[in-house]
C-alpha cells in the first residue's frame, strides 16, 4: 500500500507498508549507517533537542552507476544539520527540515504483523513548489528503503527520482 495526500496548504504526507518489522525500520530511521542506504547519513542524537546531521551521499542509492542530475550537483555531499524536535522509540521520530525553515519531517510507525506501516509527514513547508518536491524526494527514497528492507536494490535513483516527482504531482493535481 502506498498513499500520497495533501492534508494542508504546507504538508504532504506518504503512507507506506514494509516488509519488516517495527524495530528493524526504526534502526533504517536512527542508525547513521543504515539511514545512508536509503537517505542520508549522519550521526543522530536520539533524544529530543539533539543534534542531526543528514549527509547526502546519494551516489550510493543506485546500484547502476548513475551520474547526479544537474540540478542535484550542489547538494552532492551536502551536510543539513538538524534538531530532532520529538522521539519515542521505536514508533516516531521527527526531525526539523532546512534548520526549520522548511518545517518539521514525522516518521510514525505501527505493527501490522511482520510488516510495518510507516506515516511519513513534512509539515511547514514554505516554499511554493515545496509539497511536490519534496514530495517528489520522499516518494523516492520510502522506494528505496522498501527495497532494501525487502531485500532489493534500486538500479537508478535519479531515474526513479524522477517518476517519483511526476507520481507526487498527479497525486496533488499538479501539471507534471
Not at 543504515?34 to 549522519?42: P, S, V
Not at 551521499?57 to 524536535?85: I, K, M, Q, W
Request: hydrophobic residues 45%; proline residues 3%.
Amino acid at each position: 500500500m502506498i498513499a500520497i495526500e495533501r492534508p494542508a496548504a504546507d504538508t504532504i504526507r506518504f503512507e507506506r507498508v514494509l516488509d519488516a518489522p517495527v524495530e528493524t525500520v526504526w534502526r533504517y530511521l536512527v542508525e547513521a549507517d543504515l539511514r545512508a542506504l536509503w537517505f542520508a547519513g549522519g550521526a543522530m542524537e536520539q533524544r529530543e533537542g539533539g543534534a542531526l546531521d543528514l549527509v547526502f551521499d546519494h551516489d550510493n542509492l543506485s546500484s547502476d552507476d548513475v551520474s547526479y542530475p544537474d540540478r542535484f550537483c550542489a547538494h552532492r555531499g551536502a551536510v543539513s544539520r538538524e534538531h530532532v524536535t520529538a522521539i519515542e522509540a521505536p514508533h516516531m521520530v521527527a526531525y526539523s527540515w532546512d534548520g526549520g525553515k522548511e518545517g518539521e519531517v514525522r516518521f510514525e510507525l505501527f505493527p501490522m504483523g511482520g510488516q510495518t506501516r510507516l506515516v511519513l509527514t513534512h509539515s511547514g513547508i514554505t516554499s511554493p513548489t515545496g509539497a511536490a518536491s519534496f514530495g517528489g524526494g520522499w516518494h523516492a527514497h520510502l522506494a528505496v528503503l522498501q527495497a532494501k528492507l525487502s531485500g532489493g536494490t534500486v538500479r537508478d535513483f535519479w531515474a526513479l527520482h524522477a517518476q517519483s516527482e511526476a507520481t507526487v504531482k498527479e497525486a496533488l493535481g499538479q501539471d507534471a
